[in-house]
């Protein structure tokens, strides 16, 4: 008999769908028991989000404080699994603050202690820098991370900032205007990732996971977009300025907040297209360095 432990949080239950959809071909196995455990919060995170909250959560979600989450059943904390998947969400280019609270948990650390982990991300299209923040947090916690899948919207940039955006503030993931693409990861690839769960069946039936993750990449689990990275990157740099600057400022957060918003807007609006066509230009210039991250990012 194998155990499975899959544990996320959601708000708009986008990553349990997810979640449920791999988890198919386990639930089916006779000889696999799956156990769901959705994080939750002693004070729960609102959603749909008021613009004023979704902002708020940026220094505590980028400098990975923890907040307090509620424990898991006895149950699952006598259980040693034999594997791991974590579902998770991307908040500002970081784990979302239940899933950093969970990886910095008492329970957590003895959960994930010595257990292979397959890490599956439904975010936005920003991810690549919070996997490596993930990865930093399984390594303290002698986790061993064995594969990774990443969904996100796979709209053009500046269209999935606006339909994501207007999701958020409304909880509604609905066609914006009727005009815009629905938002967040589609529809089709929730259900699809059904496939993910086969191929994670067999390797845990054979106790190893040698070549999970070049599997998982060939049926299209991680897709890297070359300019996302280096916004990513960019990104992180400008993030961190503002988190440490904006948490010491007890008094005046919410106006140092208000700039935030102003540089995210000018960051997304007039920065990243030009950072785009400077991009291009120089594509030829970064081949073997783009080829090889795309190595590694797909990798775990
Ligand atoms: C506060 C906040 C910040 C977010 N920041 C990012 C981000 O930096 N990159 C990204 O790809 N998606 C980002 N997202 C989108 C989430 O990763 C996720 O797709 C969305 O919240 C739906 O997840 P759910 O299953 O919790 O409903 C953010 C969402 C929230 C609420």
């Known amino acids: 008999m194998k155990n499975v432990l899959i544990v996320y949080y959601t708000q708009s239950g986008q990553l349990e769908e997810i979640a449920r959809n791999i988890a198919k071909p386990l639930l089916q196995d006779p000889e696999v028991s799956v156990t769901f455990f959705n994080i939750e ?49 991307v908040w500002y280019l970081s784990p979302s603050i239940p899933i950093t609270s969970f990886l910095k948990s008492e329970f957590g650390k003895r ?81 699809g990732s059904t496939k993910f769960g086969n191929i994670i069946l067999n390797y845990l039936k054979k106790d190893s996971y040698t070549n999970m993750q070049a599997e998982l990449v060939a049926n299209d689990a991680v897709e890297i977009r070359p300019f996302l990275i280096e916004m990513d990157k960019k990104a992180n740099k400008m993030f961190k300025i503002w988190a440490n600057t904006v948490i010491k400022k007890t008094n005046s957060r919410p106006n140092w907040l208000k700039g935030f918003y102003v540089y995210l807007l000018i ?30 990012y797909k990798g775990v």
């Open 111 to 191: 959960l994930l202690n010595n257990t292979p982990v397959v890490t599956v991300i439904g975010c936005r299209n920003m991810w690549a820098l919070a996997q490596e923040k993930v990865k930093k947090l399984l390594k303290e916690v002698n986790a061993n991370l064995v594969g990774n899948i990443a969904l996100v919207d796979r709209h053009i940039n500046h269209i999935s900032v606006i339909t994501i955006v207007e999701w958020m503030f409304t909880g509604k993931k609905e066609k914006y205007l009727g005009i815009f693409p629905k938002p967040g990861v589609s529809d089709d690839e929730i259900i």
């Open 41 to 89: 919060m002693v004070k729960p995170f609102p959603f749909p989000w008021k613009p004023a909250q979704f902002f708020d959560v940026f220094p505590e979600s980028f400098l990975q404080i923890p907040s307090e989450i509620q424990n898991p059943s006895q149950d699952i904390l006598e259980q040693k699994y034999d594997l791991i998947i974590l579902a998770y969400q």
């Open 267 to 296: 960051a997304i609006w007039i920065m990243s297209p030009i950072v785009y066509i400077l991009h291009l230009l120089t594509f030829p210039l970064k081949y073997a360095r783009i080829k090889k991250e795309k190595k590694y």
